[in-house]
């Protein structure tokens, strides 16, 4: 077993996910690779210091900008604010350092673009924080899709909802300014990820875009609201398949609903993330008066659950999610072999971003290129 050191950049919500699962995954999955959680940033020194002693991380950096160079930091971790993470990332490359980011990949296709760039020329392990098309369930999905288990796939409806932001009384944030922090630049890349995940490379689309919720109170009144609220696509899929996306973060009711159901000639599948730990399958096979929908609990049977458990049906939960993204890394590093999704796969999510954005205000199909 090889320690190496881990540089946190960004010590909030997800900050604190990504320590905790290089904290245990040396225990989950017995990894060659053992993280040393060497180092965090964040805004300020004060708030870096208060997370190391919180998470158990060696030090604290004044800045990402002494984290990336600090030679003990070996491979960076970015979990901080979209606009933040080109220039991290790049950074990290020209020093030789591998990089995994949050989703989604920069705040603009540019910066997807430029960030793909980096890391093909240096040629370093690189990868993107999907992590709910991670669960077992849904890992279990894809095999059944690619095995063919439900035929030829001719449907997909996939959404990401979410009720933060459903009452209209609650106040102006960041969250409610900017293209990056919108539904289409927060939920919805989550939800893109997994249709691409599923049935491949979307080839056209057509979307609607819109506020919800057109002001917010603020402390000097009413403020603007400059993102969009919930946002649909309709689209083809390169291998004929139709489908539709909806995102919402006024889906009143909806905690955690990245869904999906996929039809195909032989049977279809349906899954909830708020129920993670079960998958539906149907199957169009024996009398018609016993087919159904069956429910499957996951268990040891199914993709990355029994280092977790040997209890069928006892479940896995959100933070094993980020486990598994920290277990993929390190086999990356350690193997010097891409680990889906790599950067090239959140460039192929930004396309999609893309073209809805231009295709809500223009009201016409968007063909998206083959190539990222």
Not at 210 to 222: D, F, L, M, S
Request: with cysteine.
């Amino acid at each position: 077993m090889t320690e190496i050191g881990i540089g946190l950049v960004g010590g909030g919500y997800m900050g604190k996910a990504h320590a905790v699962a290089f904290s245990a995954v040396g225990a989950i999955f017995n990894t060659a690779l053992r993280p040393r959680l060497e180092m965090v940033a964040a805004g300020s020194l004060a708030s870096a210091q208060a997370y190391a002693a919180s998470y158990g991380v060696a030090r604290a950096a004044r800045d990402w900008q002494e984290l990336v160079a600090d030679p003990k930091v070996q491979a960076v971790v970015i979990a901080s604010p979209q606009s933040t993470h080109r220039a991290i990332a790049e950074a990290a490359f020209a020093l030789g350092k591998p990089v995994f980011c949050e989703k989604p990949l920069g705040a603009s296709l540019e910066d997807a673009r430029a960030m793909v760039a980096a890391a093909e020329a240096s040629g370093l392990p690189n990868m993107v924080g999907f992590n709910y098309v991670r669960t077992p369930a849904t890992q279990f999905a894809r095999q059944l899709i690619a095995d063919g288990a439900i035929g030829d796939v001719t449907w997909f409806r996939g959404e990401h909802t979410e009720d933060f932001l459903a009452d209209p009384s609650l106040p102006a944030t960041w969250r409610t300014q900017g293209v990056a922090n919108g539904t289409m630049g927060d939920l919805s890349p989550h939800m893109i990820n997994c249709a691409l995940a599923l049935l491949g490379p979307i080839t056209q689309l057509s979307a609607m875009v819109e506020t919800v919720h057109a002001t917010r109170p603020g402390p000097q009144g009413p403020e603007a609201v400059t993102n969009d609220d919930h946002a649909q696509i309709m689209c083809r899929f390169a291998r004929g398949a139709m489908g539709h996306l909806y995102f919402s973060r006024t889906a009143t009711g909806r905690k955690m609903g990245y869904a999906y159901e996929v039809h195909g000639s032989k049977g279809a599948i349906r899954f909830d993330q708020e129920d993670q730990n079960a998958i539906w399958l149907y199957r169009a096979e024996g009398p018609e008066a016993t087919r159904g929908f069956t429910k499957i609990l996951t268990g040891p049977a199914h993709p990355d659950y029994l280092p977790f458990c040997q209890g069928p049906g006892h479940g896995t939960g959100y933070q094993d999610q980020i486990i598994i993204e920290a277990r993929d890394f390190l086999q990356a590093i350690h193997t010097g072999q891409p680990v889906w999704p790599t950067f090239a796969d959140g460039l192929a999510v930004w396309q999609v971003v893309d073209a809805a954005l231009q295709s809500a205000p223009q009201g016409r199909w968007i063909d998206i290129p083959s190539q990222v």
